[in-house]
């Protein structure tokens, strides 16, 4: 009978306990976006960390450029074309909802909005060392057209 006893109350604390905690939980964390992601190495140097939104109107172009750090990227809205000489030589390549890329330090690769929606993403620069810019203008691979 005691441990009938013992065993009813505690159950009946731990409930107690959950309703309380899951009615005001002290640490939440809300997803901005989603993207399925493939393996990946990437080396990052210690510097500055930065999370940017990013919105890319419809014919936005961020032109050949690279970033002075690696950089992770998902794709929250819309679909955003990306040129990488070292992903199918150069032939373009879509990212849409819920995929994700990351790109390694000083690589040199085109994105582009060219659909009708806008796109929205979230890109995660990896430790920007000191004195380094988060993007810099390149000029397209030898090969590339687009």
């Known amino acids: ?14 409930l ?20 399925k992601m493939a393996p990946t190495t990437i080396t990052s140097k210690g510097g500055s960390m ?6 890319v109107k ?19 809205q819309g679909t955003l ?9 150069c032939a373009p390549f879509t990212v849409s909802k819920g995929q994700s890329f990351v790109e390694p330090a000083n690589h040199v690769h085109r994105a582009m909005n060219e659909g009708s929606q806008t ?14 810019v988060p993007q810099k203008t390149a000029q397209a691979p030898a090969g590339c057209a687009a």
């Open 1 to 14: 009978m005691k441990t009938t006893l013992i065993l009813g109350t505690v159950a009946a604390a731990l």
């Open 16 to 35: 107690v306990a959950a309703v309380a905690v899951g009615a005001n939980p002290p640490i939440v964390g809300t997803p901005l976006a989603v993207g």
């Open 50 to 55: 930065i999370v940017e939104r990013i919105t």
């Open 58 to 76: 419809p014919g936005g172009d961020f032109g050949w450029h690279t970033h002075g750090s690696p950089v992770a990227v998902v794709i929250q």
């Open 81 to 89: 074309t990306v040129w990488d000489k070292t992903v199918g030589n």
């Open 119 to 132: 796109v929205k993403l979230y890109a995660v620069f990896l430790g920007i060392p000191k004195g380094a």
